[in-house]
């Protein structure tokens, strides 16, 4: 059974940064795109940020380009999501997301449904 385990939030001021981390298990890390999602209080989960499979392809959603960053490690299967510049609007449950076989290895969907796999989600808090 293929788990993710994310990690890595917490509280910071407006401006600073923070890494989170997703750990996969149960699968071959190398067969899955791998996203992060994010959902605010009141709102509908929103696209943050995708990396294909091959880790060649990078997709970012527009209220977080420039600022954050995702990356991957498939010997450790990790996927990772820097954010800096952090902003109180970044607020939310950061999800982090796996789709087993995409259709190609440049994949970098940005629909939840195309997603098979879900962490439980990690806690981001900016203040201002």
């Known amino acids: 059974q293929v788990q993710l385990v994310d990690s890595g939030g917490g509280l910071v001021q407006a401006g600073g940064s923070l890494r989170l981390s997703c750990v996969a298990s149960?699968?071959?890390?190398?067969?899955?795109?791998m996203g992060w999602f994010r959902q605010a209080p009141g709102k509908e989960r929103e696209f943050v940020a995708a990396i294909s499979s091959n880790g060649d392809n990078t997709r970012l959603g527009n209220p977080v380009k420039g600022r954050f960053t995702i990356s991957r490690g498939n010997a450790k299967a990790t996927v990772y999501l820097q954010m800096n510049s952090l902003k109180p609007d970044d607020t939310a449950v950061y999800y982090c997301a796996g789709q087993q076989n995409p259709r190609t290895p440049f994949n970098t969907d940005y629909y939840p449904d195309e997603y098979h796999y879900w962490g439980r989600g990690t806690q981001v808090t900016v203040s201002s």
């Open positions: 149960g699968g071959s890390f190398d067969n899955f795109a």
